[in-house]
């Protein structure tokens, strides 16, 4: 098998495990993997501004639990990894340079934090090439002030994004994703047509709404209750992506940058 043939092997079989063998990951792997990992993903100006907090101890891990939103596979897998945007450690060694002060501003935000997102997923297809199940928390960014107190982390250092770990104990089946002509586009962008619209959330649209309701009654009475009819309609409900809940966690995201430090180096 070519290397092109194995990983495009390895994407296919990626999907995320939410549920987990009681069996340890054996010491040392994941280190290696995570060296690994940084190795081998590209880094914005080579600053390595990440940090990858592990946590396996079952009592912190239970903490973690209540943080991620009592996501049930936080408790059964033994690993979790929280990935960070982390300018703590190079602010530091300026310092100790006598360098002039830097990457204290939003542009130096994002470079953190998209170095901490693209070592997170290089790690994800390290770790499922060993067989390993893998789950992102999108709850991070919900929690991600008392994430960041409970793992001690520094100003300067905040975490972005964690990926449970373990061994699957299921193997759900390949979800669907937006086809081809929805999202890529030559030269210039295509405006889709209402037709278009159609047409590209249609599988999702089906698969989608019988997943959900497939959940059992209790989602099907939770979608009359809400008066939901649609997939669309669930997405932006109370009960799913609320978007007034995400602006109270997009303000305190904002808050939570300026006092950390990240954005120093902007008006107020
Ligand atoms: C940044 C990010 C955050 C996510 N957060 C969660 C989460 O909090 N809980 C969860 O069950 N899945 C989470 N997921 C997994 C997605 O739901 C999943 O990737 C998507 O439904 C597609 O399924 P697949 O990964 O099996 O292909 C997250 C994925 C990403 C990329």
């Not at 991620?68 to 897998?77: C, F, K």
């Not at 602010?91 to 542009?107: H, I, K, P, S």
């Not at 959900?212 to 099907?220: F, H, N, T």
């Not at 109270?248 to 954005?263: C, K, N, Q, T, V």
Request: proline letters at 5%.
């Amino acid at each position: 098998m070519t290397q092109a043939d194995a990983f495009a092997q390895l994407m296919q079989s990626h999907r995320s495990i939410r549920e987990y063998e009681d069996r340890p990951i054996e010491a040392g792997l994941v280190d290696r993997v995570l060296e690994q990992a940084l190795a081998g993903t590209s880094s914005s100006g080579n600053l390595n501004l990440v940090s990858v907090v592990k946590t396996q101890d079952p009592a912190r891990k239970a903490t973690l639990h209540e943080l991620h939103g009592r996501q049930p596979m936080v408790l059964q897998a033994p690993l979790v990894l929280t990935f960070c945007a982390d300018s703590f450690r190079t602010r530091e060694w300026l310092a100790q340079r006598q360098a002039r002060l830097g990457f204290a501003d939003f542009v130096s935000w994002h470079t953190a934090s998209f170095d901490a997102m693209i070592l997170a997923q290089t790690a994800a297809l390290a770790l499922e090439s060993h067989g390993l199940g893998i789950c992102y928390m999108g709850t991070t960014l919900f929690r991600m002030r008392a994430i960041a107190d409970f793992l001690e982390l520094p100003a300067n250092c905040l975490p972005v994004t964690s990926l449970v770990v373990g061994w699957p104990a299921e193997a759900p089946s390949q979800r669907d994703r937006l086809p081809p002509a929805a999202w890529i586009h030559e030269e210039r962008y295509q405006r889709p047509t209402p037709a278009d619209i159609d047409t590209h959330f249609a599988e999702r649209e089906t698969r989608g709404r019988e997943r959900y309701l497939s959940m059992g009654p209790e989602m099907a009475a939770r979608w009359a209750e809400h008066g939901i009819t649609s997939l669309a309609q669930y997405y932006t409900s109370k009960i799913k992506y609320d978007p007034d809940r995400f602006v109270g966690f997009s303000d305190e995201i904002e808050a939570l940058l300026r006092e950390r430090g990240f954005l120093v180096g902007m008006g107020s």
